[in-house]
């Protein structure tokens, strides 16, 4: 009987171990879980995640170009400052077009569209 006995609370030392074991082993796989989720979660929606990637990327590309159009207008308002500063002809036309202007002897005629009113 003491064989008996002492061989149950081996069992029972046993069972409790493995128990022990089981939990601990329950235990780092959850704490692995999460920290593999939250390294998963960071790695897509942290401050230097995938998202921050592609929304920075769409910006740059539309930064890029804005700048494009204001080199392209700065093209323009360069070429119109030559014509300004070198053709009469396109001066002339400006001031005729723009400001209502006449040459000596011209009439101005201002039409007035009905459909407006």
């Known amino acids: 009987m003491i064989n008996n006995s002492n061989s149950k609370r081996v069992k029972r030392k046993n069972s409790k171990q ?3 074991t089981d939990i601990q082993k329950r235990i780092i ?3 692995l879980l999460v920290g593999a989720l939250s390294l998963i979660i960071i790695f897509f929606f942290g401050d ?3 998202y921050q990637l592609y ?3 769409k910006e740059r590309a539309s930064i890029q170009n804005q700048i ?3 080199r392209q207008e700065k093209v323009e308002l360069e070429n119109e400052k ?3 500063e070198t053709d009469y002809k396109y001066i002339e036309e400006l001031a005729r077009e723009k400001y209502r202007m006449a040459k000596k002897g011209e ?3 201002k039409v007035i ?4 009113k």
Do not use: A, E, P, Q
């Open 55 to 57: 929304t920075l990327k």
């Open 29 to 31: 796989r959850s704490i």
């Open 68 to 70: 494009n159009t204001l």
């Open 18 to 20: 493995v128990y022990k």
């Open 48 to 50: 230097h995640g995938l």
């Open 107 to 109: 009439k101005v005629f």
């Open 113 to 116: 569209d009905k459909r407006k």
């Open 82 to 84: 030559i014509k300004l």
